[in-house]
């Protein structure tokens, strides 16, 4: 399967960006999926995840409250709605597909090209 993150951009610290991520090569409603994160200088974080139907999701603390990830599979289509947004949400954002265990800390593969995300103060 192929993925392309997109949406990103510069926004105000408070703001707010929808970030998708497009999915091809393979059926898409088969997969659990994520959203990760890296910022300069950091690891790569699991931002949100999300079961294939869309029933289940996963958030990191950080983002509790803030970010909504949703699925469209007649689309092929992941969401990551992220409403007000802080300084340190900066980063490079990527979906992928979790190839195997659980959600919050299986394996993801099939990395796409991200997306960036910058939030001035």
């Known amino acids: 399967v192929q993925l392309q993150a997109s949406g990103g951009g510069l926004v105000q610290a408070g703001g707010s960006l929808r970030l998708s991520c497009a999915a091809s090569?393979?059926?898409?409603?088969?997969?659990?999926m994520g959203w990760f994160r890296q910022a300069p200088g950091k690891e790569r974080e699991l931002v949100a995840a999300?079961?294939?139907?869309?029933?289940?999701?996963y958030y990191t603390d950080s983002v509790k409250g803030r970010f909504t990830t949703s699925r469209d599979n007649a689309k092929n289509a992941m969401y990551l709605q992220m409403n007000s947004l802080k300084p340190e949400d900066t980063a490079v954002y990527y979906c992928?597909?979790?190839?195997?265990?659980?959600?919050?800390?299986?394996?993801?593969?099939?990395w796409g090209q991200g997306t960036l995300v910058t939030v001035s103060s």
């Open positions: 992928a597909v979790l190839v195997s265990g659980t959600t919050s800390q299986g394996r993801y593969d099939y």
């Open positions: 090569g393979r059926t898409f409603s088969n997969y659990n």
């Open positions: 999300i079961n294939w139907n869309g029933f289940s999701t």
